[in-house]
């Protein structure tokens, strides 16, 4: 899948979780950057993120992520 298409996607989602239409996720975004981020609500994006793209992250990935970028480039090399 292509990388943009996949950013939107996700944006889409985060915005869904969040409950904050005007969120916009930058490849820099943490969960320090987002003030409802927090540890249920990231166990819920990763979940709809899964569901969405139709993958499974395997907890080394999880652990890996240090962003959204992490995030997006893993996406796109789960979707390929």
Do not use: P
């Not at 916009?24 to 899964?50: G, K, R």
């Not at 999880?62 to 997006?72: R, S």
Request: proline share 0%; aromatic share 6%.
């Amino acid at each position: 899948m292509d990388k943009n298409k996949i950013h939107e996607k996700t944006e889409a989602i985060f915005k869904n979780v969040f409950e904050d239409d005007t969120l916009e996720i930058t490849s820099t975004m943490t969960a320090n950057d987002v003030d409802s981020w927090d540890s249920l609500s990231h166990m819920v994006l990763i979940v709809e993120i899964e569901k969405a793209f139709n993958i499974k992250f395997k907890l080394r990935e999880l652990n890996k992520m240090k962003n959204v970028g992490d995030m997006i480039d893993l996406l796109v090399l789960k979707t390929e």
